[in-house]
Nanobody, 124 residues
Framework: QVHLVESGGGLVQPGGSLKLSCVAS????????WAWYRQAPGKERELVAS???????NYADSIKGRFTISTDDARNTVYLQMYSLKLEDTAVYLC??????????????????WGKGTRVTVSS
C-alpha cells in the first residue's frame, strides 16, 4: 500500500510564497511521474504542474513563471514552490503520483495515487 501526504499549505497574503511538500510511503518500485492538482470551491480539479522521472516538467499557463515543481527521489518527495501568490490561487492542492508499485504474477504494474490535499488560502 502506498500513501501520499501533503503539507505546507496555509494562509498567505497576495504576493506571498508557500512551499508545498508531498511525501510518499509504502512499497514503491519505481517513480514514474508526479503532479500537483488544485481544486477551488465550485470549480473543477485542474492540473497545476507535473514532472516525469526524466525531469520533464509541465505547467498550467495560469501559474507559469510563479510556481516550480521539483522532486527529491531519495526521499520520495515532490515539492511545489509557489511565489507571487494571487487570490485566484486559493484552492486545495492535491498531490498525484504514478508509481510502479503493484507486483503480481511476476510482473510490476503502474498505479495512480492521490493525497488528501493541503489547503492554500490567499487573502489580504
Amino acid at each position: 500500500q502506498v500513501h501520499l501526504v501533503e503539507s505546507g499549505g496555509g494562509l498567505v497574503q497576495p504576493g506571498g510564497s508557500l512551499k508545498l511538500s508531498c511525501v510518499a510511503s509504502g512499497n514503491i518500485h519505481k517513480i514514474n511521474a508526479w503532479a500537483w492538482y488544485r481544486q477551488a470551491p465550485g470549480k473543477e480539479r485542474e492540473l497545476v504542474a507535473s514532472i516525469t522521472s526524466a525531469g520533464t516538467t509541465n505547467y498550467a499557463d495560469s501559474i507559469k513563471g510563479r510556481f516550480t515543481i521539483s522532486t527529491d527521489d531519495a526521499r520520495n518527495t515532490v515539492y511545489l514552490q509557489m511565489y507571487s501568490l494571487k487570490l485566484e490561487d486559493t484552492a486545495v492542492y492535491l498531490c498525484n503520483a504514478l508509481f510502479t508499485s503493484y507486483y503480481s504474477g511476476g510482473d510490476w504494474y503502474d498505479m495512480d495515487y492521490w493525497g488528501k490535499g493541503t489547503r492554500v488560502t490567499v487573502s489580504s
